[in-house]
């Protein structure tokens, strides 16, 4: 009698210990399983093809050479570089929905930021999920005959060779930023503003998922006057970015929904470390809700593309993000990107906290920048933000995300509606995205050459060029920035851009 008595007494103790700890096995195993997954990823980008085949005799560590440069550059391409900004489509947690000060307005009837943004392109629309040819890596290309040819110059003026780019432009890698606006969306509804900060400071992170994949090659450079826009009723904003520099290079953007305004402009600063290259953007994000009036702005961090001469490149960003609210200063945020260290921890690490005005830690987050964004104490976290799964045969598509696949797409109807500026319309672009490297090299150097015309011209007769939809402002620090002027969306209505007298780009 006292054996299945006693075998009872442990069958219930298991039980009862089951009840309390499941939770905590929960979250034992949703912690380690990302990390497979990370593993497995981080073998993925280790594992890309380079682009450039270069003896490993010529990796001595040189002296950090320092130049400016940006999205664009006069005479060419700017070096291997500016492939740092971010993107993955539109995925936010559904736990987003449960988080506090949001909850009431959600339930009380009004509209939830979610259904504003569809999974798919939308209604009757059919967009594409891969590029017309497939990525043939340049094996071929020596990045180091290239560079060891031009010491002392200024890399921003060396014309590099198109394979060594990605059928993108450095004004559609800005709107990559803009793949998970439902975070915004999601901020724009609720009542807490920590909660919003929360959400701005997942949309910051998010920002870089897009790059893990991209180190490989970099995106075109815009030339000065040249255009882009984007229109998506399915995620429910439009963008437009224009090259509004050209000494030193500036790419501006404008963004502008229901719910929020978002704007910045960027230009890079970089060095050469001889066996990496490190970015440093100069900007500022910025991103109005339009419900509350708050105003958040934030900087970016460093990137750094470590193999660039040899072996098989990959990409990491460091530095520290401080996120603030320009009209409300009760709470701000600051997020550190680790640095990876050598024993191999670290990798791809978001930390930091939502704090009070007086510093206290309101909460924590954790998480990666090219996963998703955490809130809590690890491991035990609730998500804020999960970068979307990339699509099938990403390596033949340059890694591009499916939003990224879609940014280059040209239909006849959306061609009557933009201007001859618009980067779609790039000839040197277009062919390589079809696998035409020879008339894509070609048709680059034609049109670098017509902005060397260009500019021959206006200093000839002390002309400067005048951004055609964002005007230069200066605040009261004396900090300079672009901001929209609000004429493009009204001029591609009525009377619409054939009437248009724009320089002749390409």
Request: include cysteine.
């Amino acid at each position: 009698m006292c054996l299945p008595s006693l075998s009872y007494c442990f069958l219930f103790i298991f039980l009862i210990w089951i009840h309390f700890m499941y939770p905590y096995l929960y979250f034992f195993y949703s912690f380690f399983q990302p990390d497979a997954l990370l593993a497995k990823g981080q073998k993925q980008q280790l594992s890309n093809c380079s682009i450039v085949s270069l003896s490993d005799s010529h990796t001595e560590f040189f002296d950090a050479c320092e130049v400016f440069l940006s999205a664009s550059s006069s005479e060419n391409e700017a070096t291997d570089d500016e492939s740092c900004v971010s993107e993955v489509t539109n995925s936010i947690s559904e736990e987003m929905v449960d988080m506090p000060g949001s909850s009431d307005r959600y339930h009380k009837g009004m509209a939830m930021p979610l259904p504003l943004y569809l999974p798919g392109p939308g209604p009757g629309i059919t967009r594409r999920n891969c590029l017309p040819a497939s990525h043939n890596h340049a094996n071929d290309i020596s990045l180091w005959n290239i560079l060891r040819n031009n010491i002392g110059k200024d890399l921003s003026k060396v014309s590099m060779p198109v394979q060594l780019n990605e059928p993108l432009n450095m004004l559609q890698r800005l709107c990559e930023e803009l793949e998970y606006t439902a975070l915004l969306d999601a901020a724009s509804f609720s009542l807490d503003p920590c909660e919003r900060l929360l959400c701005i400071a997942a949309f910051a992170v998010s920002a870089y998922s897009s790059t893990y994949y991209r180190a490989g090659s970099k995106p075109f450079n815009p030339v000065l006057g040249e255009t882009y826009e984007c229109v998506r009723p399915d995620k429910g904003f439009r963008f437009l970015s224009e090259q509004v520099s050209h000494h030193p290079p500036i790419s501006a953007c404008h963004a502008e929904s229901e719910n929020f305004i978002f704007w910045q402009d960027m230009k890079w600063k970089n060095k050469f470390w001889g066996k990496s290259l490190e970015i440093i953007p100069v900007g500022t994000v910025n991103v109005q809700l339009l419900r509350f009036g708050d105003h958040y702005e934030w900087n970016k961090v460093t990137s750094c593309i470590h193999n660039i001469l040899s072996g098989q490149r990959w990409i990491e960003h460091y530095g520290e993000v401080l996120i603030r609210n320009t009209r409300d200063s009760r709470y701000h945020c600051k997020l550190t990107f680790c640095k990876a260290r050598y024993w191999g921890s670290g990798v791809n690490e978001v930390q930091g906290a939502i704090h009070s005005h007086n510093g206290k830690v309101i909460h924590r987050l954790f998480g990666k920048w090219h996963e998703g964004l955490y809130r809590g104490v690890p491991p035990v976290g609730k998500c804020l933000w999960k970068s979307n799964l990339m699509p099938r045969d990403q390596e033949k598509n340059y890694g591009f995300t499916q939003f990224a696949l879609e940014l280059n797409e040209l239909t006849p109807e959306l061609k009557r509606l933009l201007p001859s500026t618009d980067t779609r319309l790039r000839p040197d672009q277009r062919y390589l995205e079809e696998g035409n490297v020879q008339a894509a090299e070609s048709q680059k150097r034609r049109i670098e050459q017509l902005q060397r015309d260009r500019r021959r011209v206006m200093d000839d007769n002390n002309i400067f060029h005048q951004a055609r939809f964002f005007r230069r402002q200066m605040d009261a620090n004396g900090k300079e920035s672009w901001v929209s002027n609000n004429t493009y969306w009204k001029l591609r209505t009525e009377p619409g851009f054939s009437n248009m007298d724009s320089a002749v780009l390409w």
